[in-house]
């Protein structure tokens, strides 16, 4: 696992993408794993100002995303595709059927299975971005999860729906269940790149960094893979020796 120190979180949204672009300009057919939440607005702005100033292009670029709530229609404000459209799809060249994120209003248990064999399908993700919770969930696999687990229905913890509850009216609009990728679905990528930033992240990424693999720290999975880049900022890198 490489560490990557940047000064705080708008370093690490540059150097995020410089790693992003650098792949989607060298890579034939690109596949990328994204992430929605706070962490990665940073780096999908630089994404978009590249574009504009640039005009690095994503035709050839396919996208999954790691999650998405259940019951709550890709058209509905608060869906994560509408996050990815308002932060990064409306305003880049990837062609729209290049884009997948699961559908939270298809039959569950089907779409879990569908969405894992359109990843297969297109080769697998070649660089998975990540952000972390503070209980060290990735995507929305809570601790406990199984480190071979694949796309599939979660229930999510209570503290996560209270750290998502800021995006939301009320606390009893946030949803109770979305489907995510799995730990082992996340694991298959060719590259992961993790991004954490803030105070609130400095246990986990503290933990993290100790090595010591649990599934109760889902994170933690990340040790078994060969080509992980973890870009912290300061903040969040303070309880590290
Ligand atoms: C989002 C996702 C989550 C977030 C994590 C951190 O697609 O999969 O694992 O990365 O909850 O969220 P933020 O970035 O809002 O702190």
Do not use: W
Not at 90 to 117: S, W
Not at 163 to 169: K, T
Not at 227 to 235: F, G, P
């Amino acid at each position: 696992m490489k560490l990557i120190q940047v000064e705080d979180y708008q370093d690490m949204g540059k150097k995020a993408a410089e790693i992003i672009l650098d792949r989607v300009r060298n890579t034939e057919n690109i596949v990328l794993g994204l992430a929605t939440g706070g962490t990665p607005i940073s780096t999908y702005e630089n994404i978009v100002q590249d574009h504009q100033t640039n005009g690095t292009s994503y035709q050839h670029v396919t996208s999954f995303n790691l999650d998405e709530y259940i019951g709550v229609r890709p058209d509905h404000p608060n869906s994560y595709h509408t996050f990815m459209y308002k932060h990064l799809f409306h305003h880049i060249n990837i062609p729209q059927e290049k884009i997948f994120l699961p559908n939270g209003m298809a039959e569950q248990q089907q779409e879990c299975r569908d969405y894992e064999q359109r990843i297969r399908e297109h080769g697998g993700i070649d660089l998975q971005v990540l952000g972390i919770g503070e209980n060290g969930h990735i995507g929305f696999n809570e601790p406990g999860t199984a480190f071979d687990s694949t796309t599939h229905v979660v229930d999510l913890a209570e503290s996560t729906r209270q750290a998502n509850a800021r995006f939301f009216e009320s606390m009893e609009d946030v949803p109770k269940q979305a489907i995510t990728m799995g730990i082992g679905s996340i694991l298959r990528s060719k590259e992961i790149l993790l991004l954490i930033a803030g105070e609130a992240k400095s246990k986990a990424l503290a933990q993290l960094l100790d090595k010591q693999v649990d599934e109760q720290f889902p994170a933690s999975a990340l040790h078994h893979h060969a080509n992980v880049t973890v870009i912290a900022d300061k903040a969040a890198l303070q309880h590290t020796n």
